[in-house]
Nanobody, 125 residues
Framework: QVTVVESGGGSVQAGGSLTLSCVAN????????MAWFRQAPGKEREYVAT????????YHADSVLGRFTMARDGTKDAVTLRMRNLRPEDTAVYYC??????????????????WGEGVQVTVMA
């Protein structure tokens, strides 16, 4: 059984920082890329960042480039998302996901195999 669990959400003032963590258990057989997505109320789920199975290659969406940093703990199925200079428009539920057959500069939600339940991030103006 696969589980994906995020942690570290919360509320912060604009300009502040938060770090999200995600651990996936039970991923076997393939080399799993991992990604972060977010979804604000009334909006579609949006790609944020993704990292390769070994953590050596990471991509970030233009909307967060230079402010967010995704990292992976070697080849472990554990990732973080360090968020700095947060803006009110970053407010969303943030999801961690794993994919066995999708990796590139952008990834789509439909291509992910396993998802966490998400954590709320609220940025106050």
């Amino acid at each position: 059984q696969v589980t994906v669990v995020e942690s570290g959400g919360g509320s912060v003032q604009a300009g502040g920082s938060l770090t999200l963590s995600c651990v996936a258990n039970g991923l076997t057989r393939w080399k799993w890329a991992m990604a972060w997505f977010r979804q604000a109320p009334g909006k579609e789920r949006e790609y944020v960042a993704t990292t390769s199975w070994d953590g050596k290659t990471t991509y970030h969406a233009d909307s967060v480039l230079g402010r967010f940093t995704m990292a992976r703990d070697g080849t472990k199925d554990a990732v973080t998302l360090r968020m700095r200079n947060l803006r009110p428009e970053d407010t969303a539920v943030y999801y961690c996901a794993a994919a066995s057959n999708q990796f590139g500069p952008t990834v789509a939600p439909v291509g992910m195999d396993y998802w966490g339940e998400g954590v709320q991030v609220t940025v106050m103006a």
